[in-house]
């Protein structure tokens, strides 16, 4: 089994910029794709930002492209987004998500972990 320990929420206004942390531990059972996804209000979970293990590769969603930085520490069993550049329709619960299956990055049901979630939330 994998828990994973979201941190790194809060309150920013526009333009600022957040950093969140989600650590593992346990032992995954694919360990390929790891993602950060959130949650809006009002709105159904979305795809934000994925890597695959090595962290060569990275997948991010149209809305925070150039914003958002996902990147992994396999040493420390830790995935990061760091937000910039921050606006208020990022304001979102953001979920981590470990162990994706190789269907891809973007799609939710393939992980088999997620965080507790973190609230993020950007003023205006």
């Known amino acids: 089994q994998v828990q994973l320990v979201e941190s790194g929420g809060g309150w920013v206004q526009t333009g600022g910029s957040l950093r969140l942390s989600c650590a593992a531990s346990?032992?995954?059972?694919?360990?390929?794709?790891s993602a950060w996804f959130r949650q809006r209000p009002g709105k159904d979970r979305e795809f934000v930002a994925g890597?695959?293990?090595?962290?060569?590769?990275?997948y991010y969603s149209d809305s925070v492209r150039g914003r958002f930085t996902i990147s992994r520490n396999n040493g420390k069993a830790t995935i990061y987004l760091q937000m910039d550049k921050l606006k208020p329709e990022d304001t979102a619960v953001y979920f981590c998500?470990?162990?994706?299956?190789?269907?891809?990055?973007?799609?939710?049901?393939?992980?088999?972990?997620w965080g507790q979630g973190v609230q993020v939330t950007v003023s205006s």
């Open positions: 998500a470990y162990d994706g299956s190789r269907l891809g990055p973007y799609v939710a049901s393939a992980y088999d972990y």
């Open positions: 346990g032992r995954a059972t694919r360990d390929y794709y």
């Open positions: 890597v695959i293990k090595s962290g060569g590769a990275k």
